[in-house]
T-cell receptor
């Protein structure tokens, strides 16, 4: 158990819909990262937040957005969903702002878009 | 463009048969190279971070090494519980890029 929690574990929704994925980092960690893992693309970095502020952006689509709240939990919002958005979404946390700190991953949310 | 390539894609070993996994990278501004282990349906589990060429780190049956262009994950006398996908990731100034992974199966 990494100490990072993600909800829900599974999500099934239809194309065009909007969903919100939630992540709670390990106690004491200030950075939260979001990743997408699909069979054809592998694990892809989406975005990083540190202590409430956006710090780095990867391959995140404009239809996707995230935020980190004062209690440090984070949410990833996915809108206008397409079939290709079906994937495992992982959140990870680390203690510092630099991505060279080791990251601890949550168990993931499996999103299925039908 | 930054690239991270892992080989082989899959590796089957007998218990006790040592081997190495490779991660080659072409990136600008390497800040760190990471190895993770991932079991099916679960999140990656951190193993090592390497920061500069020549660096080595060990943990139980695993040893990671780093050169200027590649990293190796050596597995000594593996056991069936070492079966997993091993992911390599490279942190640059602006990005974190993962390889596709090596799926390791260790048969008893």
């Amino acid at each position: 158990d990494s100490g990072v929690t993600q909800t829900p574990k599974h999500l099934i929704t239809a194309t065009g819909q909007r969903v919100t994925l939630r992540c709670s980092p390990r106690s004491g960690d200030l950075s939260v990262y979001w990743y997408q893992q699909s069979l054809d693309q592998g694990l892809q970095f989406l975005i990083q937040y540190y202590n409430g502020e956006e710090r780095a952006k990867g391959n995140i689509l404009e239809r996707f957005s995230a935020q980190q709240f004062p209690d440090l939990h984070s949410e990833l919002n996915l809108s206008s969903l397409e079939l290709g958005d079906s994937a495992l979404y992982f959140c990870a946390s680390s203690v510092g702002v630099s991505a060279t700190y080791e990251q601890y991953f949550g168990p993931g949310t499996r999103l299925t878009v039908t | 463009e930054d690239q991270v390539t892992q080989s082989p894609e899959a590796l089957r070993l007998q218990e006790g048969e040592s081997s190495s996994l490779n991660c080659s990278y072409t990136v600008s501004g390497l800040r760190g190279l990471f190895w993770y282990r991932q079991d099916p349906g679960k999140g990656p589990e951190f193993l090592f971070t390497l920061y500069s060429a020549g660096e080595e780190k060990e943990k139980e049956r695993l040893k990671a090494t780093l050169t200027k262009k590649e990293s190796f994950l050596h597995i000594t006398a593996p056991k069936p519980e070492d079966s997993a996908t091993y992911l390599c990731a490279v942190q640059t100034t602006n990005d974190m890029r993962f390889g596709a992974g090596t799926r390791l199966t260790v048969k008893p």
